[in-house]
């Protein structure tokens, strides 16, 4: 099953898509790049985390998958 993840202001990512593709899938880069940021948008999309950015007032987390969208959008 594919996932296609499009993030906006959530933790540090402004702007941001990724496809996860079946099988092993690795998140790799130094410091500051973002990764936990990628997780945290995945878990914004699934509605267990709200990491708004800071200094943003709206933000969005959208995950489809082959059976269904998980979206999330968020106010401060």
């Not at 990764?35 to 999309?45: H, P, Q």
Request: hydrophobic letters at 40%; aromatic letters at 6%.
């Amino acid at each position: 099953m594919t996932w296609n993840l499009s993030l906006k202001n959530i933790a540090g990512i402004r702007n941001g898509e990724a496809t996860i593709e079946p099988g092993i899938n690795a998140v790799r880069a130094s410091n500051w790049q973002g990764k936990s940021s990628f997780l945290a948008g995945i878990e914004t999309a699934f509605g267990t985390e709200v990491p708004l950015t800071e200094g943003q007032d709206l933000g969005r987390a959208s995950l489809k998958t082959e059976d269904d969208i998980f979206t999330a959008e968020l106010q401060r």
